[in-house]
C-alpha cells in the first residue's frame, strides 16, 4: 500500500484548508489546545501503555478462542459469497455456520497492515492509524440530540452540519468521524449523501463512511473519488467504515455487505464486537476477551478474504450492564479491563486497536457524565488505543450526541494530548538552569526559565474555572455546562469553511443530485 500524498501537489494544495484567523485567541489556543485556531496533529505517544494479562493469560484466552471458532463457529446471515469464500479457504461451513481450522484466520491476517495512513484532503490533516498514533474522532451514531436550548430532541441535517464544524475547530480532535448524529428529517436511504457531503464541505479532516447498506458504502466511495481521483483511492485508504458484529458470534448481511465494499476498495474496516457483557458476552472479563477475540479474527480475517493488505482494524465496543435494569453502565472497572486486555490481543495480532472514548450513561452533562467519561477516556489512552471513536459529544449511553458535552469533553482530550506528550528529557525540560538561578528559599515566579516557558508551560483548560469565588460570582455564577454552551455558540458563530474546489464542490452536487433522483423516498 501506497503512503506517498497526490502527485499533483498543486491540487493537493488546493485542497488544504485555510488557516484561521490569528490574534489573541489564536494564541492561547495554541497554549491550551482546545480553542479553535491551531489544530494539533495526532497523538505520537511517549507514554507506556498499560497491561493487565500476562503471558499466560494471554495464551489461555488465544486458546480458549481457538477453541470457539474451530467448535462453535461464527455466523455469516445471508451471505452466500462470503461462505463460498470461506469454503475455499479451507475453513468448515455448516449451513450459514463457519467453523475455523486453528490458526486459520491469523495466517490470513499476515498481510493486513499494522500500520497504514489515512489521507485527508488536505494532506496536513493525514493520520496515522496504528504504532504509538491516537486519533481521536467524535461521537457517533445517536438519533437524538440535547440542543444549545437544553431540550432533548430528534437530530437534524443542521445538527450534524454544526458537529462536523465543531470537530473541525477543535484542535484536539483529528478526524471528522462518521454519524456524528442521525439526521432524521432526512430520507434514510438518502441521508448517506448529505451526510458524507457534510464531512467534506465543512471539514478537511479524514471522514467516516456510510456501513447502512452496501450500496451506500459504493456511494461513499464514487463522492471519496470525486475528491481524491479513482486510483489514489484503489491505491491509498482515504475512509475508515465501523463493521460491527452482531454479538455474539453473527455478522449480519448488512455490515457483511459494507466491509465487502469498502475492502475491496482498499478502504478501511474497524471490525468491533458490540458487547453489553452479561447481554451479549458472559459476565467474566476473560469470558468477553474470549469471544471478542473470536468475532474480531472472523471479521477482520474476512478482509483478507475480499482483498489481502486492505487496512483492518481490531475493535471492542464494551459495556457492563445494570443486572437490575438491563441498561449499559459505562466508567465501571470491567469494561476497562476488557479494552486493556483487547488491547494487548490486538499488538499480538499486529492490528491498529480501537476502542473507549468518553462513553457515559448521564442523560445531562452533569458529574456522573464527567467522571464515567474521565473513566472510560483514561483506559482508553493506557490502553494504547489508535482510533478513539465517541472522544467527544457522547450522552445518555449513546443515544444523544450533546453540544455542551462536546465542548467539554474536547476540553479532555486536550489534556489528554499534552499527557500523552510524558516528560519532556530535554535541557530546557531539566530546568537546571532556573533550579541554579533561584536557589534556596525563593522562588521561581521571575526567574529566566519561568518567564520563558510560563505560555506553555501548563495546559490552560477552555472550560474550567479557576478565578476566585468574588470574581465567578461577579461573572454570573455560571456552571461548566453554561461556559461550554457560550463557547459553541460562539465557536459556530465564527466558523469559516475550509476551502474546497469548486470543481470538485460542483462534481460532489451533481453526484448526490442524480442520485437522489434516482430513487423515491424512503424512511424506514
Known amino acids: 500500500m501506497s503512503e506517498n500524498a497526490p502527485v499533483d501537489q498543486e491540487a493537493s494544495n488546493a485542497r488544504r484548508g485555510r488557516a484561521a484567523s490569528g490574534g489573541a485567541a489564536a494564541r492561547r489556543a495554541a497554549r491550551s489546545g482546545s480553542g479553535p485556531g491551531t489544530q494539533l496533529t495526532y497523538i505520537k505517544r511517549k507514554i507506556n501503555v498499560y497491561e493487565v494479562l500476562d503471558e499466560e493469560g494471554l495464551a489461555l484466552i488465544e486458546k480458549n478462542t481457538d477453541t470457539v471458532l474451530e467448535e462453535i ?17 479451507g475453513a468448515d461451513v455448516k449451513g450459514e455456520r463457519v467453523h475455523f481450522p486453528k490458526g486459520l484466520c491469523r495466517s490470513l491476517l499476515k498481510t493486513a497492515p499494522s500500520v497504514y495512513t489515512q489521507h485527508a484532503r488536505n494532506a496536513e490533516r493525514s ?25 432533548r430532541r430528534y437530530a437534524t441535517i443542521e445538527d450534524f452540519r454544526n458537529f462536523v464544524k465543531l470537530a473541525y475547530m477543535a484542535p484536539s480532535i483529528h478526524h471528522s468521524g462518521g454519524t456524528v448524529c442521525e439526521p432524521v428529517d432526512v430520507p434514510v436511504n438518502k441521508r448517506h449523501l448529505d451526510m458524507i457531503y457534510s464531512h467534506i464541505k465543512y471539514s478537511d479532516k479524514p471522514f467516516m463512511g456510510s456501513v447502512t447498506a452496501p450500496e451506500r458504502a459504493e456511494d461513499t466511495v464514487a463522492m471519496a473519488k470525486i475528491v481524491f481521483g479513482d486510483d489514489f483511492v484503489e491505491n491509498n485508504t482515504v475512509l475508515t467504515s465501523l463493521i460491527n458484529a452482531n454479538s455474539p458470534m453473527v455478522f449480519d448481511e448488512t455490515m457483511l455487505g459494507a466491509l465487502k465494499v469498502y475492502s475491496r476498495h482498499n478502504q478501511a474496516c474497524i471490525v468491533t464486537p458490540f458487547i453489553l457483557a452479561g447481554a451479549m458476552s458472559p459476565v467474566t472479563v476473560a469470558g468477553t476477551l474470549t469471544q471478542v477475540l473470536a468475532e474480531v479474527l472472523a471479521g477482520a ?20 450492564i445494570s443486572m437490575q435494569s438491563g441498561a449499559p453502565t459505562f466508567g465501571t472497572p470491567e469494561p476497562s479491563l476488557v479494552s486493556y486486555g483487547a488491547a494487548q490481543l490486538a499488538r499480538r495480532l499486529g492490528l491498529p486497536f480501537r476502542t473507549g472514548g468518553s462513553l457515559c450513561a448521564s442523560k445531562i452533562p452533569d458529574a456522573q ?46 489534556m489528554t494530548q499534552k499527557f500523552s506528550e510524558g516528560v519532556d528529557l530535554s535541557e530546557n525540560g531539566q530546568a537546571m538552569d532556573a533550579i541554579r538561578q533561584v536557589g534556596p528559599g525563593s522562588h521561581y515566579l521571575g526567574c529566566d526559565h519561568t518567564q520563558a516557558n510560563f505560555q506553555t508551560a501548563f495546559y490552560r483548560s477552555s ?54 433522483a434516482s430513487m423515491a423516498d424512503a424512511f424506514t
Open 73 to 89: 463457529g461464527i455466523i455469516f446471515r445471508d451471505d452466500a459469497e462470503a461462505l463460498q469464500l470461506w469454503k475455499e479457504a
Open 127 to 151: 493520520v496515522q492509524i496504528g504504532g504509538n498514533a491516537t486519533v481521536f474522532a467524535p461521537v457517533y451514531g445517536p438519533p437524538f440530540v440535547r440542543d444549545l436550548d437544553g431540550v
Open 301 to 320: 480475517s474476512f478482509t483478507q478474504l475480499i482483498r489481502p493488505g486492505a487496512p483492518v482494524l481490531f475493535g471492542t465496543f464494551a459495556s457492563s
Open 369 to 414: 457524565a464527567a467522571y464515567e467519561s474521565a473513566n472510560t477516556l483514561n483506559s482508553t489512552i493506557l490502553a494504547g488505543t489508535n482510533f478513539v471513536l465517541h472522544s467527544a459529544g457522547w450522552l445518555e449511553g449513546g443515544l444523544a450526541s450533546c453540544y455542551e458535552k462536546f465542548m467539554m469533553d474536547i476540553d479532555q482530550l486536550g
Open 463 to 516: 472550560i474550567a474555572d479557576n478565578n476566585s469565588y468574588e470574581q465567578w460570582l461577579a461573572e454570573g455564577e455560571k456552571s461548566a455546562p453554561q461556559r461550554a454552551n457560550e463557547l459553541a455558540r460562539r465557536w459556530l458563530e465564527n466558523y469559516e469553511a475550509p476551502h474546497l474546489d469548486q470543481g470538485v464542490d460542483d462534481g460532489l452536487k451533481d453526484f448526490i443530485a442524480s442520485k437522489k
